[in-house]
C-alpha cells in the first residue's frame, strides 16, 4: 500500500501531457481510419476503433478510478 501514493501523485502530475498524448495518438488514429476506409480495409480500421476506445476508457474510467483509489487510500491512512 505504500506505493499507492507515490504512484497517485506521480498520475496526477503526468495526467494533462497524457491526455495531451491521448489527442495526438487520437488524431492520428483518425487518419488512419480514413485512409483504411479508403483503401477498403476493415481490418486497419477495427484495429483503429479498438485503439481509439481503449484511450478514451483509460480516461474515463481507469484514470479517475486510480485517483479515487490513491485519494481513499490517502484518507485511511491519516
Same mark, same amino acid.
Do not use: F, P
Given at each position: 500500500?505504500?506505493?499507492v501514493l507515490p504512484m497517485t501523485r506521480r498520475l496526477k502530475a503526468e495526467l494533462p501531457s497524457m491526455l495531451a498524448e491521448?489527442?495526438?495518438i487520437v488524431g492520428a488514429l483518425e487518419k488512419l481510419r480514413?485512409?483504411?476506409?479508403k483503401a477498403g480495409r476493415e481490418e486497419h480500421e477495427r484495429f483503429a476503433d479498438a485503439l481509439v476506445l481503449h484511450a478514451q476508457? &483509460? &480516461?474515463s474510467v481507469l484514470y479517475p478510478a486510480a485517483l479515487?483509489?490513491?485519494e481513499l487510500v490517502g484518507l485511511r491512512g491519516r
Open positions: 500500500m505504500s506505493d491521448h489527442r495526438q480514413s485512409a483504411a476506409r476508457t &483509460e &480516461e479515487a483509489v490513491g
